[in-house]
């Protein structure tokens, strides 16, 4: 079994500050792309860091969450630069960090990846709101409560939909994965999940532990998790399943495109929907407002969401930054995580897990689906 490592300071903080501080103090050569709070507001924004001294506004817990950062590493690693970095991520951006070197739009070889259990996060809106002038008290107070639930409250409406739905709360996949210990400890534990994750908390020389110390029953926030996701789909399929209740449920949205800018799995160059395919001509305009009496403005709402569901359904990661970026507030998380997860199902894939398991339809398997096909 991997040694678990911790640290236990005062604070949740302080304990992941030290960690960040100690790794890259032995990792010289090493930029850290983490969450850093600006010392003048309650802005919490992913930063590339290579200076230590910079980690004291390291808030990697902070309930902000204002973009998937797999779309930065992204940028950060698809081309070969023979810098190496590090990445502190949410497992959500991990997951989507592994669905884009699936499809070669980042590199894993010279980065480092560490990922932690997640509280959770809130709607941009609401941070804003909420956040006010509390600064890293407001982070601490939130992992405070969130952490006393054990991470299980999923009726716990101040966080967004997305991530009480969220089934998959634990890193799964990163070189290093950093754990909370239980309600009543400020400390973190941490563990190699790779071998050359392992190799540098080895040369850390931190503090180990017994197997067994980290008592959060991740079983139990999975079943509360899962079943509290039963109850919104179901409340959802209610009011999308026919193609008008879908128009409804979608009449607020205005064409901006923000939920498809903000998808990390979204890579296109150039978009269907900013070519000359939907670029009418104003008499097409004038003609379907006669033939039906009346036009809907703007058009191909819908046809632009079930595009996208077509698209990117089967690599959702379901990390929420689509209802993130709506101006109009349309709960679109929930409703490309349903999509997404009935199709991943259709396919036994499970986006983000495996970066060696290629993603469904860019592999022919000739045994597929024969309970359609009739073919054996």
Not at 74 to 81: F, I, P, V
Not at 138 to 151: A, C, E, I, V, Y
Not at 191 to 197: L, Q, R
């Amino acid at each position: 079994m991997d040694p678990i490592y911790k640290i236990e300071k005062s604070t949740h903080l302080g304990s992941v500050r030290t960690f960040l501080k100690a790794f890259l103090k032995t990792q010289e050569d090493r930029a850290l792309l983490v969450p850093l709070r600006s010392e003048n507001t309650n802005t919490v924004m992913p930063s590339l860091v290579t200076d230590p001294d910079l980690l004291d506004q390291a808030d990697p817990f902070s309930p902000a969450f204002p973009m998937n950062s797999a779309k930065l590493v992204s940028k950060l690693t698809r081309k070969s630069s023979g810098e190496p970095m590090a990445a502190f991520l949410r497992p959500c951006e991990v997951r989507a960090f592994v669905e884009l070197v699936k499809i070669k739009q980042a590199n894993w070889d010279n980065l480092i990846i560490i990922s932690s259990d997640c509280a959770g996060a809130f709607s941009n809106r609401d941070f804003r709101e909420k956040a006010m002038d509390g600064k890293e008290k407001f982070t601490r107070d939130f992992l405070d409560k969130r952490l006393g639930s054990n991470l299980s409250d999923t009726m716990d409406d101040s966080i967004a939909t997305a991530c009480t739905i969220c089934t998959r709360p634990f890193p799964e996949t990163a070189d290093i994965t950093l754990g909370l210990f239980h309600p009543g400890n400020k400390g973190i534990t941490l563990t190699g999940t790779s071998e050359k994750g392992a190799k540098i908390l080895e040369a850390m020389t931190l503090e180990t532990i017994e197997a067994g110390e980290d008592n959060k029953d991740k079983s139990q926030v999975i079943s509360a998790r899962k079943s509290h996701e039963k109850q919104v789909f179901q409340k959802l399929e209610a009011q999308t399943g026919t193609l008008p209740d879908l128009g409804q449920y979608l009449s607020n949205c205005i064409n901006c495109y923000n939920c498809r800018v903000a998808c990390p799995v979204c890579f296109c160059k150039e978009c269907v929907f900013n070519t000359d395919v939907v670029d009418y001509e104003p008499f097409q305009y004038q003609g379907w407002a006669r033939a039906k009496g009346g036009l809907k403005m703007p058009t191909d709402t819908m046809f632009f969401h079930i595009t996208r569901m077509i698209h990117m359904g089967l690599s959702c990661v379901g990390c929420g930054q689509c209802s993130n970026a709506c101006p109009n507030d349309i709960p679109l998380a929930q409703l490309f995580k349903l999509v997404g997860e009935k199709a991943q199902k259709g396919f036994s894939y499970i986006p983000g897990k495996d970066v060696d398991e290629a993603p469904p339809l860019s592999v022919f398997m000739e045994n597929e689906f024969q309970d359609i096909t009739g073919i054996s």
